[in-house]
């Protein structure tokens, strides 16, 4: 067992203590809201998995953060890449577990103690892959049609994948999002970003009246309905498709600024009609909101932008274009995740089914979490000595 204490050892003197900190002071603010959020079910099971779910992210942060990601990465691309597409297509078997949310993302595996998100464990590899790729790309010129087309293929192959699997857009969107993030921080020239936003608009227009019957499109409706205040469709957003969202912006907004206090939240603890839906998970800044108030949702963000922060911190200071990518990959994880889940609660954007991290109940989330932190961990304790940075493009 000496080479588990030399890797303890190897941690605890260069792995990111701060960002675990940062990441353990922001589970243990959504255990918080998790307890009360699921008082009204007189079961503390949820509470418990995600204790265990954040025990566990632990110990694969710092796992993971003794990996050499690059090498790694390098020896089993090709494994990577065939468990992202098995792994995503098992939602299509009967393993499936049914769901009547408009989508199939979650798996049950006989055995396991919990349900699996395959699209949410999958974002990790995808990462490494895509920063994998660009990092090849880079040494000729990542602008060039044939390398955008390249990483745009890849990610969009991602994207339909998951959309016919499982039905689960949002999780596609997330991907979407990470790749504007590492193509940007990657040097991808502006007029890709202009030209893929024309195309998606132009698509989208041309399409839309084939689709604006599906489940999704009904969820953006209701959100643009809602920002123009469209008086015929009234009902529907308040009492139809927008209920989840109505019920969240009249819980944030009834907590001022201090909020309700703990556990006294009218919306969080009522277990009638009038409470507030999925509390625990996809909702649950709501319950920040109503309970701790504005200055309660402010020093939320607050811990999770100091994460994302510390993510964009270690890429600028990585030993490689590669590593880099990863840990603003990552970063666009969150940070689209966060964006998407509070734009969500507040009634900006179509309810979509994504966690808020670190906070939501969720075992497959928080571990994912935790792995893709230990990930950028491992950058940190293989980044660039001082002086070596100093004379870098970094």
Known sequence: MSWLSDSIRAFLRKGDLLLLFLCLTASGFGLVLI??????????????????????????????????????TQRTWKLMLFFNVVFNLLVRTPLKVESNSGNDSWIHIPGFPVNLQPGEIVKLSFVLLLAWQMARLQEKGISRPGAVMQIAGHTLFMFALLAWASGDFGMGLTYLLIFVVMAWAGGVKKRWFLLGAS???????????????????????????????????LYNQTQGMGWQQTRSILAIGSGGLFGQGWCKGIQTQSQFDTSLPARYTDEIFAVCGEEFGLVGCAVLLLLLACI?????????????????????????????????????CLYVFPVVGLTLPFISAGGSSIITMYAAMGLVSSIKMRSLPSWLRDRSQI
């Open 35 to 72: 307890y009360s959020g699921t008082r009204y079910l007189d079961s503390n099971r949820n509470l418990y998995v995600q204790c265990a779910a954040i025990f566990l992210g632990v110990l694969v942060y710092i796992f993971l953060s003794s990996v050499d990601i690059e090498l790694f």
């Open 199 to 233: 195309v998606c608009v132009v698509g989208i227009a041309l399409l839309w009246p084939r689709i604006s019957d599906m489940y999704f499109a009904r969820r953006i409706t209701v959100v643009i309905d809602h920002i123009t205040g469209n008086p015929d469709t």
């Open 308 to 344: 994302i922060l510390r993510c964009v911190w270690v890429a600028r200071r990585a030993c490689s274009p590669q590593s880099a990518l990863i840990a603003m990959g990552y970063a666009g994880m969150l940070l689209a995740q966060v964006g998407v889940n509070v734009g969500m």
